[in-house]
């Protein structure tokens, strides 16, 4: 049965955009880019362009005309028509470019509106989409990588991941939501689909029920990062796998039906959470969904940070499956092609996107890796990363995006390398630069997060950045803390160079960076960075 | 346009956050700098000024500044 939208009865207590959404559904832009393809760039009325969103699509810096497109990724799963279905799309129209994002979507730069209606039939011919992967919906269902082959998942959630992307795919039910949404499920134990970050989510748990020990979920709500960032909270709720549907829509209606739409910097569903509580929170599910048993036993036991570079045995025996660095997520259509045959030479076809902006071949009988790992792409595109370039994560930065201060992709991307030459270490350190505060690239969640600002000096205007330290998910999950200071780009080698040699110095043996940030406290690191400061102003 | 917040330490140590609307980041600083002249007497001098966010303008459209 169709929704009312009760919030239009008082059109005074709604933002603009909620005004627009009212008066145009934001689905109904599709149909309308078809005719502005015929029609030119030209001819955009700017509240249409503000709903391009829905169909996954943003204009790029500086407003000239281009277009960047997000594709949906349900979980990371990619087959290999698929892949070279996006290389083609990047080859003859987006320059070449393909970047995989921190929800394992795919984004193409450069795109032009006469371009997208070939874009969609292309799409949609591999069974892909950008509809609603961006814009006031349900965006790309983020998940496992490894569903369906990882020896740490309780079950595979393949089946989940897609009867919850088809549920909310072009559901006019859910495509004028207060805000972003974005769920994630996943059945590791290493929680390796990000849940505390995200508005809903579904994570692995074990219940008895009627004498039986049954696999599920448990729900956790309210979560996001942006400039506020929340951690979600946890349901006192155990869900079957068979009821992930019936419970995602009740959340995503209580977040249609109750979120908030006055104000658009408080409306994503965290401030509903944060309001309510989870109590009351789930009272309101429990009304739509009916009775649910009560939260059983946890069964994440880590975090994995959505990291898989290496070879590693698949749960099947016999299958390995190959974690490959994408360097800050960024790659040509011509790799992704060459990726796609690979993954049909080696195995059968099966490509997964990650979280952190890198790629996994899957189902590789073991005999076949070692010819796998000669092949030529293996070279930039590796299992075997070094260091700091394997964890370093970027948003896209000034080369694209308007809210941008600073360039970061490229600059991640050379900070890692350079540190590479200058530091050994046995740990890891993930390092995420964002270009402002929205944290696209998920600064808060780093070990060593890097937001970008610029600052006025007698030399003229200068990027900069922000440090902060100690960011985690899973068990005692925790946002990172700023260091005081700000640092010019110019200097941030040195500075992290001294930062984490006095890492590698004091640390115990065996410890990892959380684990030191969490020994030493942050104050330690204030005193080094102090430190470094000082010396690079006496230079001066 | 966008709306900028600047960060503004001065050389006494205290600080200050000013918003600004400009068309790009050289003239937010360009108006932030003009703000304070206007605003204090004796003037302050300025040691460190930063842009740490940006927003596109619109109707309704700010910045929290906690105190
Ligand atoms: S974090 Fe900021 S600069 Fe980076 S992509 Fe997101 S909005 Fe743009």
């Known amino acids: 049965m169709p929704y009312q939208a009760t919030w239009a009865k008082t059109p005074e207590k709604l933002n603009k955009t909620e005004l627009l959404k009212l008066e145009k559904d934001g689905l109904d832009i599709i149909e309308d880019i078809y005719r502005y393809a015929k029609t030119g760039y030209e001819s955009i009325p700017e509240d249409d362009k503000s709903l391009f969103k829905w169909a996954g699509i943003y204009e790029q810096r500086p407003k000239d005309g281009h277009f960047m497109m997000r594709v949906r990724i349900p979980s990371g799963r990619l087959n290999s028509d698929q892949a070279r279905a996006l290389a083609g799309i990047a080859r003859d129209y987006g320059r070449d470019l393909v970047d995989i994002t921190t929800r394992q979507a795919v984004q193409f730069h450069w795109l032009r509106v006469e371009q997208f209606p070939d874009i969609f039939d292309r799409l949609a011919k591999v069974d892909l989409s950008s509809f609603e992967a961006c814009g006031d919906c349900p965006r790309t269902i983020v998940g496992n990588p490894l569903a369906g082959i990882d020896p740490h998942e309780l079950f595979d959630t393949t089946p989940y991941v897609k009867q919850l992307s088809d549920t909310f795919l072009l559901n006019r039910d859910f495509s004028n939501l207060p805000r972003k949404y974005k769920i994630s499920i996943s059945a590791s134990i290493y929680n390796s689909a990000h849940a505390e970050i995200n508005d809903l989510a579904f994570t692995p748990a074990v219940k008895v029920i009627d004498g039986q020990e049954v696999a599920g979920f448990h729900v956790w709500v309210g979560g996001g990062l942006s400039a506020k960032p929340y951690l979600a909270k946890q349901l006192d709720i155990f869900v079957v796998p068979e009821r992930v549907v019936d419970v995602a829509v009740a959340v995503t209606s209580i977040f249609r039906d109750y979120g908030y739409r006055e104000k658009r910097h408080n409306a994503r569903l965290k401030y509903l959470v944060a309001d309510w509580g989870p109590e009351k929170f789930q009272e309101k599910l429990v009304e739509l969904t009916g009775e649910l048993p009560s939260r059983g036993e946890d069964k994440i036991i880590g975090w994995n940070a959505g990291y898989f570079t290496g070879v590693h045995q698949q749960k099947q025996p016999g299958l390995s499956y190959v974690g490959l660095c994408v360097p800050v997520g960024r790659l040509s259509g011509t790799e992704l092609e060459e990726l796609a045959r690979l993954a049909d030479v080696y195995g059968d076809g099966s490509l997964r996107t990650c979280n952190t902006q890198n790629i996994v071949i899957a189902n590789i009988p073991n005999e076949k890796v070692e010819a796998l790992l000669q092949e030529k792409l293996l070279e930039r595109i590796t299992p075997y990363p070094k260091h700091f370039t394997a964890f370093a994560v970027s948003c896209t930065g000034t080369e694209f995006c308007n809210l941008a201060l600073v360039e970061t992709k490229e600059r991640m991307r050379w900070l890692a390398e350079y540190l590479d030459q200058e530091i050994e270490l046995d740990e890891p350190i993930r390092l995420h630069m964002v270009g402002c505060p929205n944290s696209c690239g998920q600064r808060q969640i780093a070990d060593i997060g890097l937001q970008g600002s610029l600052v006025k000096t007698g030399d003229g205007m200068k990027e900069a950045f922000d440090i902060y330290i100690g960011g985690t998910l899973g068990p005692n999950a925790r946002f990172n803390e700023k260091l005081s200071g700000r640092i010019l780009a110019d200097d941030l080698p040195r500075v992290l160079v001294a930062l984490i040699g006095f890492f590698k110095e004091t640390k115990e043996r065996g410890e990892s960076f959380l684990q030191f940030v969490q020994r030493v406290g942050t104050a330690a690191f204030q005193e080094q960075l102090d430190a470094v400061l000082a010396q690079l102003a006496d230079a001066r | ?67």
């Open chain 2, 1 to 67: 346009m966008f709306l900028y917040r600047v960060e503004v330490t001065y050389t006494d140590r205290s600080r200050a956050e000013v918003i600004v609307l400009q068309e790009s980041e050289e003239k937010a600083f360009k108006s932030a700098g003009g703000q304070i002249e206007h605003h204090y007497l004796p003037p302050k001098k300025v040691q460190e000024m930063v842009i740490v966010e940006k927003k596109p303008a619109a109707a309704g459209r700010g910045f929290v500044i906690d105190l």
